[in-house]
T-cell receptor
Framework: QKEVEQDPGPLSVPEGAIVSLNCTYS??????FMWYRQYSRKGPELLMY????GNKEDGRFTAQVDKSSKYISLFIRDSQPSDSATYLC??????????FGKGTKLTVNP | DVKVTQSSRYLVKRTGEKVFLECVQD?????MFWYRQDPGLGLRLIYF???????EKGDIPEGYSVSREKKERFSLILESASTNQTSMYLC???????????FGSGTQLSVL
């Protein structure tokens, strides 16, 4: 089983929709969790990061972690065309390594 | 703002050529990383460095080497380019561990 699994999509939604992006992970020792956003022809940029189980909000974005299920989610409320990007979950895997999911490509249609 | 600059946006090379990909960061970060990104495979770590002249292998180091002579510069070297090294190459830096990586815009390398 891979350390981090992420549905690659693609996901296409209308403007204003609530988007749910998800990853599962296999190692219960993972302690904190990140979401990166990558626009086309750009490098990824850190969007959110959370240490604990539960929810963390930042504007229209909410990161959720369920350690008992080894499941992390990113919700986007009132999605905008400018949210169209690839979203990657990332988990520090020890020894200065960041384990990335493969990314979910999101398109928000006006 | 932290800036990670990769020297070329697009590069076309021939099989067997020696290829240098350069990366410079301007925030005095300790750690630097080279990843490649391929459709369906995601981001894979090639090499990283946590100090000048130090380097550590990542998950897919075969066919690559790196050089870090100065803190701000981290070079990826393809000793003899092959077609299976056609990919998007991304450089990143961080101040501490992998808490927050800052990525460059990438170099799309095509090996013909």
């Amino acid at each position: 089983q891979k350390e981090v699994e992420q549905d690659p999509g693609p996901l296409s939604v209308p403007e204003g929709a609530i988007v749910s992006l998800n990853c599962t992970y296999s190692n219960s020792a993972f302690q904190y969790f990140m979401w990166y956003r990558q626009y086309s022809r750009k490098g990824p940029e850190l969007l959110m990061y959370t240490y604990s189980s539960g929810n963390k909000e930042d504007g229209r974005f909410t990161a959720q972690v369920d350690k008992s299920s080894k499941y992390i989610s990113l919700f986007i409320r009132d999605s905008q065309p400018s949210d169209s990007a690839t979203y990657l979950c990332a988990i520090p895997g020890g020894s200065e390594k960041l384990v990335f999911g493969k990314g979910t490509k999101l398109t928000v249609n006006p | 703002d932290v800036k990670v600059t990769q020297s070329s946006r697009y590069l076309v090379k021939r099989t067997g050529e020696k290829v240098f990909l350069e990366c410079v960061q301007d925030m005095d970060h300790e750690n630097m990383f080279w990843y490649r990104q391929d459709p369906g495979l995601g981001l894979r770590l090639i090499y990283f460095s946590y100090d000048v002249k130090m380097k550590e292998k990542g998950d897919i180091p075969e066919g690559y080497s790196v050089s870090r002579e100065k803190k701000e510069r981290f070079s990826l070297i393809l000793e003899s380019a092959s077609t299976n090294q056609t990919s998007m190459y991304l450089c990143a830096s961080s101040q501490t561990g992998v808490d927050k990586l800052f990525f460059g815009s990438g170099t799309q390398l095509s090996v013909l």
